[in-house]
């Protein structure tokens, strides 16, 4: 089984061929492309602490992801279209143009771009150690970096003598925004991420990874976000450590020092499991700081296009609140298509 550190795979449900039409960016032509199809069904079990009214514990979603990708005036094109909760209607969209030598340019409106695609890279057997943990976090757990976020974003890719460059850059807030509209009030920002392994560094089973980025919170004051990860694979075990630092720009405001580290085992061709810790410095202005403590045990069996996934996640002194605790415990089944 392959550990995996982010997402989740969904295998091809089928591919057709059909005509595109170019339309106003090229001329009235038609043009073939590939389409795929791939999907999964996932049902979960999900308890949390004792001071959670929980209600009913079963839940279920369903993901659907259609690419396309053909030639249009000489450039390869592609485009991604993921429901990634069908009963909620979240969904996330890409539209990429592969320059060839030049690299890859696209318009990202939620896959993940630049330094968002490293926030985490820990190694784990299914879901993060801080999935499902409560956290007053606006983009979810604290201390994760990611300055240009996913949504109204430009992204470009290079790989360079095995480096891959991964930037992007936004104007105005991070919103979805539809033809012919504009985002809310935002300062824009702008984030990158390299990657790369040790193949020739003389470090076989080596991966590692750098970033940083700038949001701008208003005229003046900047956010700063700043990550480096690496994870190294021997046979069948892969160890990560991973430390990121947010330096909030506006006067007062609370910075954040991360420290994250996991092992994950590959047990055989279908069972995985790992383990995993991570500490959040809240670094307070005007209050003694406080170091929210996290650790997560996950464990995933595979057969065929079914896989099973649980996950025991708890923290204490959460969102750097002491004593404040929470803990989450999840069982999903998922039927990949």
């Known amino acids: 089984m392959k550990t995996i550190t982010k997402g989740k795979n969904m295998n091809n449900f089928k591919k057709v061929g059909l005509t595109a039409l170019a339309g106003s960016l090229a001329a009235i032509s038609a043009n073939a492309a590939e389409m795929s ?36 005036n000489g450039y390869n094109v592609s485009y991604m279209q ?16 592969d320059m ?28 993060e150690i801080w999935d499902g943990i409560d956290t007053d976090g606006t983009n979810g757990p604290y201390g994760l970096v990611g300055a240009a976020g996913a949504s109204g974003t430009w992204n470009y890719i290079k790989t360079i003598s095995g480096v891959t460059f991964n930037g992007a850059a936004r104007k105005g807030s991070g919103a979805k925004t539809a033809d012919g509209g504009f985002s809310g009030a935002g300062q824009g920002a702008w984030d990158f991420a390299l990657t ?34 690496a994870n190294y694979t021997a046979g069948m075990a892969t160890f990560g450590y991973q430390v990121s630092t947010i330096e909030v720009g506006a006067i007062g405001g609370t910075d954040y020092d991360t ?24 670094k307070k202005a005007s209050a003694a700081n406080v170091t929210e403590n996290g650790s997560g045990v996950a464990v995933a069996y595979t057969m065929g296009s079914i896989k099973i996934a649980g996950n025991m ?23 990949a298509f």
């Open 37 to 72: 199809v791939s999907g999964a069904s996932v049902l979960t079990y999900t308890s949390g602490d004792g001071s959670e009214v929980t209600g009913n514990p079963y839940g279920m979603k369903t993901n659907l992801s259609f690419t396309a990708s053909g030639e249009v």
């Open 82 to 97: 993921t429901s990634k909760d069908q009963f909620a209607g979240m969904t996330s969209a890409r539209l990429s143009i």
């Open 100 to 127: 060839g030598d030049m690299g890859t340019l696209a318009f990202d409106q939620g896959s993940g771009s630049g330094l968002g695609t490293i926030d985490d890279k820990t190694p784990t057997a299914a879901e």
């Open 196 to 229: 790369g392994s040790g193949d020739d560094m003389g470090a076989p089973g080596l991966a590692w990874g750098i970033g940083y980025g700038e949001k701008d919170i208003n005229a003046a004051a900047t956010d700063e976000h700043m990550t480096v990860f």
């Open 259 to 282: 420290d994250a580290w996991g092992i994950a085992i590959n047990v055989n061709d279908n069972l995985s499991v790992s383990y995993g810790e991570r500490d959040v410095e809240f």
């Open 313 to 335: 996640n708890e923290v204490a002194d959460n969102d750097g609140t002491a004593a404040s605790n929470d803990e989450m415990t999840e069982i999903a089944v998922s039927f």
